[in-house]
């Protein structure tokens, strides 16, 4: 049994490990039982455009809420679900639920508004990943460059040549492809010649060290290879006025980060962009984080 298999790499067959072992099982067990209970929820943060201050879309990000209020970390339970497999059936559910938001969208005629969706290496490894994409496009009547795919290096870097098929039939129906965390992932640059990308993420470790001359000289290098490349570039986890200031002076174009805005509920989300009522609705700090 896959599944099975699959959690043999936790073991190692050292005793010291089997508590470690057990206490993920049972965290894969109960986030199974949640996921079937419709318990998990996709929350949402929004993408500014620096030059307008404008949302221009939003990415969407697995919440797990727990029984006493809190909530299990994502970079916590999400390396389980890739473990487990059971990833393929969240990530579809997440894509439906992006679908089902740019609907809710256009009801309003929001229409320029993007939802990014994080992708993982066993979804991506699917057979007929691209199809299943386009028909739940088709269900729900959604343009298909309403929706951008984040995928990580280490996707690229799984096998090349299946990666760039896959993102060539994608790209094909009109999905956007952004490269997240870029950076961090120790991968060959050559790739970003050779598929069809839309963005870079410049992970926000970078963005996070934009105040010492170092993070600058690597942050700087990103933007200019991105800018002649033609790849757009979003600064991940922008937090103060400085950093802002910062990605702007970089002609750097689009950014994300509590300075903004949180991630927060669907209903919260339709909340801030009423409040700011139009199609290309302005972000401004006194707006941000609550
Ligand atoms: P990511 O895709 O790089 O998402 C950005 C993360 O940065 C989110 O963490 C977000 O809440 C956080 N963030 C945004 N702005 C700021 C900021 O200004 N400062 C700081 N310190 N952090 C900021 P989150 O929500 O905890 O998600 C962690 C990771 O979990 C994501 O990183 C992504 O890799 C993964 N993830 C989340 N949802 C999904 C999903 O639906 N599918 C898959 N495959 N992975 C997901
Ligand atoms: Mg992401
Ligand atoms: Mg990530
Ligand atoms: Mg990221």
Request: net charge negative; glycine share 4%.
């Given at each position: 049994n896959a599944k099975k298999n699959s959690f043999e790499r936790f073991n190692?067959?050292?005793?010291?490990?089997e508590e470690e072992t057990q206490r993920r099982l049972h965290m894969v067990r109960r986030l199974r039982a949640d996921f079937a209970a419709r318990k998990l929820e996709v929350w949402y943060q929004p993408q500014v455009d620096l030059n307008t201050g404008c949302i221009i879309g939003v990415e969407s990000l697995l919440r797990w809420p727990q029984s006493d209020g809190s909530f299990i970390s994502p970079a916590e339970f999400i390396p389980l679900a890739e473990y487990s497999g059971l990833i393929v059936d969240i990530g579809a559910w997440v894509i439906e639920e992006a679908c089902q938001q740019i609907r809710r969208f256009n009801e309003r005629d929001y229409n320029n508004i993007r939802i990014a969706v994080n992708v993982s290496v066993p979804q991506f490894r699917m057979r007929d990943f691209p199809e299943l994409i386009e028909q739940q496009l088709n269900n729900h009547q959604v343009n298909a460059d309403r929706l951008e795919l984040e995928i990580t290096e280490s996707i690229v870097m799984e096998d090349p040549d299946f990666v760039a098929d896959i993102l060539y039939r994608l790209k094909q129906q009109g999905i956007h492809v952004a490269i997240d965390d870029f950076g961090v992932g120790f991968s060959s640059l050559s790739y970003l010649q050779k598929l069809p990308l839309?963005?870079?993420?410049?992970d926000k470790t970078f963005v996070h060290n934009s105040s010492q001359d170092s993070g600058r000289i690597i942050i700087e290098t990103i933007v200019d290879m991105a800018h002649r490349l033609g790849l757009g570039i979003v600064a991940e986890g922008i937090e103060d006025q400085q950093q802002l200031e910062y990605f702007k002076r970089l002609k750097c174009a689009e950014a994300q980060g509590y300075y903004f805005a949180r991630p927060m509920p669907a209903e919260q989300l339709m909340k801030l962009l009423e409040r700011e009522n139009g199609d290309c609705v302005s972000l401004s700090s006194s707006a941000a984080s609550d």
């Amino acid at each position: 049994n896959a599944k099975k298999n699959s959690f043999e790499r936790f073991n190692y067959y050292r005793p010291y490990m089997e508590e470690e072992t057990q206490r993920r099982l049972h965290m894969v067990r109960r986030l199974r039982a949640d996921f079937a209970a419709r318990k998990l929820e996709v929350w949402y943060q929004p993408q500014v455009d620096l030059n307008t201050g404008c949302i221009i879309g939003v990415e969407s990000l697995l919440r797990w809420p727990q029984s006493d209020g809190s909530f299990i970390s994502p970079a916590e339970f999400i390396p389980l679900a890739e473990y487990s497999g059971l990833i393929v059936d969240i990530g579809a559910w997440v894509i439906e639920e992006a679908c089902q938001q740019i609907r809710r969208f256009n009801e309003r005629d929001y229409n320029n508004i993007r939802i990014a969706v994080n992708v993982s290496v066993p979804q991506f490894r699917m057979r007929d990943f691209p199809e299943l994409i386009e028909q739940q496009l088709n269900n729900h009547q959604v343009n298909a460059d309403r929706l951008e795919l984040e995928i990580t290096e280490s996707i690229v870097m799984e096998d090349p040549d299946f990666v760039a098929d896959i993102l060539y039939r994608l790209k094909q129906q009109g999905i956007h492809v952004a490269i997240d965390d870029f950076g961090v992932g120790f991968s060959s640059l050559s790739y970003l010649q050779k598929l069809p990308l839309d963005r870079l993420k410049i992970d926000k470790t970078f963005v996070h060290n934009s105040s010492q001359d170092s993070g600058r000289i690597i942050i700087e290098t990103i933007v200019d290879m991105a800018h002649r490349l033609g790849l757009g570039i979003v600064a991940e986890g922008i937090e103060d006025q400085q950093q802002l200031e910062y990605f702007k002076r970089l002609k750097c174009a689009e950014a994300q980060g509590y300075y903004f805005a949180r991630p927060m509920p669907a209903e919260q989300l339709m909340k801030l962009l009423e409040r700011e009522n139009g199609d290309c609705v302005s972000l401004s700090s006194s707006a941000a984080s609550d």
